[in-house]
């Protein structure tokens, strides 16, 4: 069996802060292989070695901070 990470930490190994890792699920930039459907309707997302390099290379194509302003004309 493969090992798995949780949320937490997989964002630690991909370098990115657990809020940054449940906004790109959202808006599904990135899914785990594996996920679990809890009784009271969350999801438990099980990261593998594999998920973390994908999301190392979502994190790559990314420009982070704040997107610039819109200029004044």
């Not at 449940?22 to 679990?36: F, G, M, V």
């Not at 070695?49 to 901070?65: E, F, S």
Request: net charge positive.
């Amino acid at each position: 069996m493969k090992k798995t990470y949780s949320t937490k930490q997989a964002a630690a190994k991909m370098g990115v802060s657990f809020r940054t890792l449940n906004r790109w699920l959202a808006d599904r930039k990135i899914k785990p292989t594996k996920s679990i459907e809890m009784p009271n309707g969350r999801t438990l997302w099980l990261w593998i070695t594999a998920d973390i390099a994908k999301g190392r290379k979502v994190k790559a194509q990314l420009r982070p901070g704040p997107k610039p302003k819109a200029r004044k004309r």
